[in-house]
């Protein structure tokens, strides 16, 4: 079955710190790939998304992620984070599956926290 | 951008009563809506797939009696908690696919409806 792994759980870094997050999915079709942010007590946002074309996308924020198709990853990445990027962090795939429609599969979601 | 409201954003109810969850597309039209559920600390779970006339599409292990949906507009579609229980209480988030923006898809979500049932 389709599925969406995230591999860190809980992050903690200090301001200024770089920021990586890992996302693998498994679906061997084409996909579209997304991350999503939960700012405390706020809904879902979309941060970036990928369809096609350049492989690394930007997204709000001073994030980026990089489509790998070979290593089916799609990690989100911001060189110096701020306090007030804490936050959850979910990897999403839309993908199709059976009868015919798309839909999007969640990551277990990373949460982040920043000191100041 | 699209945005998304749900109502009520919080509900406390007693265990047996129906609870309604309205999820509303505000500036653009969605021939097709979702449901979530989240737990607490844990990911977005899909319940189902709301098509705008048509009956929904449940996925596997959700309740569809028990989970009504309706999607009788183009920007309106209601989840249904019939005869909650305990168990039922979560976090129900809703999100809509921007059709007018051509074949994207890109969801957008509501700010979740947190279900307490006594």
């Known amino acids: 079955a389709q599925s969406v792994s995230q591999h860190n759980h809980h992050v903690i870094l200090s301001e200024a710190a770089s920021l990586e997050l890992g996302c693998n999915y498994s679906?061997?079709?084409?996909?579209?790939l997304f991350w999503y942010v939960q700012y405390p007590g706020q809904h879902l946002q979309l941060l970036l998304k990928y369809f096609s074309g350049d492989p690394l996308v930007k997204g709000i924020k001073g994030f980026e992620a990089e489509f790998i198709k070979s290593k089916f990853s799609f990690n989100l990445r911001k060189p110096s984070v701020q306090w007030s990027d804490t936050a959850e962090y979910f990897c999403?795939?839309?993908?199709?599956?059976?009868?015919?429609?798309?839909?999007?599969?969640f990551g277990a979601g990373t949460r982040l926290a920043v000191h100041p | 951008g699209a945005v998304v409201s749900q109502h009520p954003s919080r509900v406390i109810c007693k265990s047996g009563t129906s609870v309604k969850i309205e999820c509303r597309s505000l500036d653009f039209q969605a021939t097709t809506m979702f449901w979530y559920r989240q737990f607490p600390k844990k990911s977005l779970m899909l319940m189902a797939t709301s098509n705008e006339g048509s009956k929904a599409t449940y996925e596997q292990g959700v309740e569809k009696d028990k989970f009504l949906i309706n999607h009788a507009s183009l920007t309106l579609s209601t989840l249904t908690v019939t005869s909650a229980h305990p168990e039922d209480s979560s976090f129900y988030i809703c999100?809509?696919?921007?059709?007018?923006?051509?074949?994207?898809?890109?969801?957008?979500f509501g700010p979740g409806t947190r279900l307490l049932v006594l």
């Open positions: 999100s809509a696919r921007d059709q007018g923006r051509g074949v994207t898809e890109t969801q957008y």
């Open positions: 679906y061997g079709g084409t996909v579209n």
């Open positions: 999403a795939v839309n993908a199709p599956f059976s009868g015919g429609y798309n839909k999007l599969i």
